[in-house]
């Protein structure tokens, strides 16, 4: 066999890996996933809400499992938002944008990639938000924009706090000026829950970035985050190519923002629920586990410790 032979057949051998290679279907249908150690169980991560028992890492997880955790499973009123008419500037980029559109529907279930609920948390009644990252990346145009109002607009007509649980690469250039718009959009629509005096809380998940960042997301009352996730306007690499410095391993993190100044609290995912509730009974000075009376006491019990 000489070396031509040899080359062709080791083209083969890499042909039929490449094309045996699982596709991206056959990884969201497996019951298996990885992380850290390798594969892990599908279900034996939901046991643990998503969450890596090794690395602790926060897997991305749907609105309804979103809202299954905070409110109880299925213990919650799903809103239908309206749907603004599809493709307004008929985008064709390597795909056209319908063909985008209907494939994201189909492989989310959802007709945007935000999602509007109500539940309670602690006796609580809230409206909440939540975006689907398998649904165009959770970007955000004008359907987006659309669910985020309709959510504002059931918290100040029931005069309910409104929360935001953000996820997303940023505005949907898909949708060019109209999706940049929902920046100006949502902003207004958090001024006017503000005017009601109804609080606003964001928690901060994996990837949350671009114009999402640079509007709704950075406009909370408290502004909570999950473990590691990346919170960002323009990307590292981008900002170190502009600065030309190394920046810190953790930069962009949930965890660097805090320490920053820039996020309240970050809070495992577990965690949450209970979080929210106390402050929002603290916010709305309703009874809890932890009111803003006992902290005065507990505070007070402290410094006379440190005094005697
Ligand atoms: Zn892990």
């Not at 062709?8 to 298996?32: H, L, M, N, Y």
């Not at 306007?233 to 993190?253: C, D, H, M, S, Y």
Request: hydrophobic share 35%.
């Amino acid at each position: 066999m000489n070396w031509i032979t040899k080359i062709i057949k080791a083209g083969e051998k890499i042909k039929t890996a490449i094309r045996d290679r699982a596709t991206k279907e056959d990884i969201a249908k497996s019951d298996w996933t990885s992380c850290c150690r390798g594969p892990i169980l599908k279900t034996d991560l939901e046991k643990n809400l998503w969450v890596c028992p090794d690395c602790n890492k926060h897997h991305r997880i749907k609105p309804k499992q979103r809202f299954d955790i905070l409110f109880g499973k299925n213990n919650y009123e799903i809103f239908k938002t309206p749907i603004p008419k599809d493709d307004p500037l008929n985008w064709t980029d390597s795909k056209p944008y319908k063909e985008r559109l209907k494939s994201a529907r189909k492989k989310t279930g959802l007709e945007c990639g935000m999602m509007v609920a109500s539940g309670t948390i602690n006796n609580i009644k809230i409206t909440a938000v939540a975006s689907d990252f398998d649904f165009l990346g959770a970007s955000m145009a004008a359907a987006e924009g659309e669910a985020f109002l309709y959510g504002i607009q059931n918290a100040i007509e029931n005069q309910k706090p409104f929360l935001c649980i953000s996820a997303g690469g940023g505005m949907r250039m898909m949708e060019s000026l109209i999706s940049l718009s929902q920046m100006t959009r949502t902003t207004l629509a958090i001024n006017e829950l503000k005017k009601n005096n109804l609080p606003y809380i964001v928690v901060l998940t994996d990837p949350t970035a671009g114009g999402i960042t640079a509007s709704y997301a950075m406009l909370g009352d408290l502004h909570l985050a999950e473990p590691g996730a990346t919170v960002a306007f323009a990307g590292k690499r981008v900002i170190e190519g502009t600065v030309k410095e190394a920046l810190p391993p953790n930069f962009q993190t949930s965890e660097y923002l805090r320490d920053k100044g820039q996020v309240d609290l970050v809070v495992e995912r577990k965690d949450i629920p209970k979080t929210l509730g106390n402050l929002l009974s603290i916010l709305l000075k309703k009874n809890s586990d932890i009111s803003s009376e006992q902290n005065e006491t507990a505070e007070l019990s402290i410094q006379t410790r440190e005094a005697s």
